[in-house]
């Protein structure tokens, strides 16, 4: 476990925790942006480390929560067609839509496909000439330049039996609306680490000028969090607001060139609706118009009626930090991870999937060991 085990050594932490107690004068309320740094905040009980002036809420950073519920539906469309394979990363196959979920369209009969990358779904059109193979292209900055270089390889390939659904969500524009938005508690981010290596950092300077906050770039192991929230809270009791980069071992200021190359030859900036959240302006991609015939909405002429979130369902509230998952009545008794009412409860980057995992269900039964 060399250059993992480094980055949870429990003294280090620790002294981490003792440091940031001591800076710490006032209250402060920090957003974790993305899903895999608040499950590892859970997982280790970092919150709990912490001084009870600081308090961590969790962000829109979950790709799959974000999906909203017309693009989940339209991939159900999709996937009950017969001549479709439908493929996916699994962490969609049990995300409610308003008619069930791809699970279910596959115990029925559909050809439903995990793939662990969109090349896979490539091959498999190669392989399957007389099928229609789409592929459920979701996610932030992170997963776009690989689904761009899926749509390049067919094109060079000559398929005509292979799209995308595409569902990518970009993640300043949503950091942007929670800070406009007049509920809004943060005053400082932790930005996601592995969506910088890609896009830079450059391009959250406006952001904190413009809304005087402290954005931190920060990585996923427990002594990255804690440093990252050492960083926010010595600029808020400094009074600064600048963007400072903790995941130095990974993010460079200008990101990776060539991936963010490869993700502008193939998508262009669109607005985009977010589950739970609403429409945000230019937050979204779309294919550019030389690789629309790639896109799986215009190639089934999809027309899917919108449908509404169920009422009881707070998951929109907690992606913009207003509230925290425990806060919600359904938790743990009328939305579990068997019975969702909501995509943070069945992703692997949910937040309330990490609160039922690693804190347990309202009556506090544990349900996990490794939880400390």
């Not at 300077?205 to 413009?210: E, F, S, Y």
Request: charged fraction near 20%.
């Amino acid at each position: 476990m060399k250059f993992v085990q480094e980055f949870r050594e429990g003294s280090a932490a620790r002294r981490y925790a003792r440091a940031i107690a001591a800076i710490t004068t006032r209250p402060w309320t920090l957003m974790e942006v993305c899903g895999g740094q608040t499950h590892a905040i859970l997982r280790f009980g970092i919150d709990r480390l912490l001084p009870p002036e600081i308090t961590l809420i969790h962000g829109p950073g979950c790709p799959v929560c974000v999906t909203p519920l017309e693009l989940i539906d339209k991939a159900l469309a999709i996937a009950r067609r017969p001549e479709v394979v439908f493929c996916s990363f699994g962490d969609m196959l049990r995300v409610p839509g308003s008619s069930g979920d791809l699970q279910g369209v596959k115990a029925l009969g559909g050809d439903v496909r995990v793939v662990y990358s969109p090349l896979d779904a490539v091959a498999l059109a190669q392989r399957l000439p007389e099928r229609e193979v789409v592929f459920f292209a979701v996610g932030f900055e992170t997963t776009a330049p690989a689904n761009a270089m899926a749509v390049l390889r067919a094109r060079s390939l000559g398929l005509r039996n292979f799209s995308i659904l595409v569902a990518h969500v970009l993640v300043p524009p949503a950091m942007e609306a929670i800070l406009a938005s007049p509920r809004c508690r943060v005053q400082g981010f932790l930005a996601a680490g592995h969506v910088c290596t890609v896009t830079g950092y450059a391009g959250y300077d406006r952001l904190a000028r413009t809304y005087r906050v402290p954005i931190v770039v920060t990585g996923f192991e427990p002594l990255d969090l804690l440093q990252g929230i050492y960083m926010c809270v010595r600029q808020l009791e400094e009074g600064r607001a600048e963007v400072e980069n903790q995941y130095a071992r990974s993010v460079r200021r200008e990101g990776n060139t060539e991936a963010q190359r490869v993700m502008a030859e193939v998508f262009e900036v669109s607005d985009r609706q977010w589950r739970g959240i609403g429409e945000i302006p230019q937050s979204g991609l779309a294919l550019r118009a030389p690789y629309r015939m790639f896109d799986a909405e215009r190639r089934f002429g999809l027309t899917v009626r919108c449908a509404a979130e169920p009422a009881e369902c707070i998951a929109g509230l907690v992606l913009q930090g207003v509230h925290t998952p425990p806060e919600c009545p359904a938790f743990g008794t009328r939305c579990t991870p068997e019975t969702p009412l909501g995509a943070p409860m069945v992703s692997a980057e949910g937040a309330c999937a990490a609160y039922y995992r690693f804190r347990g269900p309202p009556e506090g039964r544990g349900r996990d060991g490794d939880y400390r």
